[in-house]
């Protein structure tokens, strides 16, 4: 029979490390919880039975009462798998010698009824016989009669007490197998809540691996949202830099066709005057002969018709330099 095999104290707390562990992090309830469960491990004297390790599990939640029940429960789980998979063999094994036993009690049981019913067809028979002898011997003493049916009530009486007892055995043994069916029950029941709950946790671990690649996807496009305004400003800039530039070109080429138009004007203006100048100074006046002018007395004064006759030539000589002056001017501006 293979030997059921007790946990330690460093695999009893491997597997509850491993198990607060497991989510990369351990909260402070679980670690007051751990501090005080290997106090009561390392004060527990022989090995460490089921029983024992849960009682030592109670007795540290009540010094823990902060600490989540499902938190718990899931840490005497893990402690109670590192039993049943150190003892799959043993646990096994036991299964079948209790099949072994459960059947070996029924055939016994079988046996027992046989056997009753056989005792009981003979005392039948027996009663039956000993009715017969009775009556064949109604000559006996009614004392007699009496203790023989007296020896016959107790026997009736200790067949009804054995026919009790039987039922009760029989109850009992129900009774046991009903309760073994519903622990089983409850295994199966836990076992099946314990795989909904990983499944639960495998589908929130995928809606949140989903969630973040949703995320990184949002902020990809942010990013290249980001980068394609910045490329239609940077084109925007240099679109306006250039159109500056052309403005700014345009102006200048304005400015030099201004700059030439002015001194192609004034060149014009220029040849204009020194055309003038030149015309002016070929023209010879008629009568253009030496004067003499004799000196007058201080005191004398011009005739008055002189004076008058003075300035009527002055006026002549100065209208005909203007209309001189507007012909060649009106002439440069022509060529």
Do not use: C
């Not at 799959?88 to 009824?113: F, P, S, T, Y």
């Not at 949202?225 to 500056?244: D, V």
């Amino acid at each position: 029979m293979t030997e059921v095999k007790e946990l330690n104290l460093t695999e009893i707390l491997t597997a509850l490390q491993d198990f607060m562990t497991s989510d990369g992090s351990i909260s402070n309830e679980q670690r007051e919880f751990y501090s005080i469960f290997r106090q009561h491990l390392n004060e527990h004297e022989g090995e460490f039975k089921v029983e024992d390790i849960e009682r030592l599990l109670m007795a540290a939640k009540a010094e823990v009462p902060n600490l989540n029940e499902e938190e718990f429960f899931k840490m005497g789980e893990a402690i109670l798998t590192r039993y049943r998979n150190k003892n799959e063999d043993a646990i096994n094994e036991r299964i079948r010698a209790l099949a072994a036993e459960e059947a070996r009690k029924r055939a016994l049981a079988e046996a027992e009824r046989l056997k009753r019913e056989e005792e009981e067809r003979l005392a039948e028979e027996a009663r039956i016989a000993e009715e017969e002898r009775l009556a064949e011997e109604e000559r006996l003493a009614e004392e007699e009669r009496l203790a023989e049916e007296a020896r016959l009530a107790e026997e009736a009486r200790l067949a009804e007490e054995a026919r009790l007892a039987e039922e009760a055995r029989l109850a009992e043994e129900a009774r046991l197998a009903e309760e073994a069916r519903l622990a089983e029950e409850t295994r199966l029941a836990e076992q099946a809540r314990l795989a909904e709950e990983a499944r639960l946790a495998e589908e929130q671990r995928l809606a949140e691996e989903t969630r973040l690649a949703e995320e990184a996807r949002v902020e990809a496009a942010r990013l290249a949202e980001e980068n394609r305004l910045a490329e239609e400003a940077r084109l925007a800039e240099e679109a306006r830099l250039a159109e500056e530039a052309r403005l700014a070109e345009e102006a200048r080429l304005a400015e030099e066709a201004r700059l030439a138009e002015e001194a192609r004007i004034k060149a014009e203006l220029e040849a204009g005057e020194t055309a003038k100048q030149a015309y002016w100074e070929g023209q010879d006046l008629p009568d253009d002969e030496a004067k003499i002018v004799p000196d007058l007395p201080v005191d004398a004064r011009p005739p008055a018709g002189e004076d008058t006759r003075s300035g009527g030539l002055k006026k002549a000589l100065i209208v005909g330099a203007v209309v001189v002056i507007g012909a060649a001017a009106a002439g440069v501006f022509l060529l």
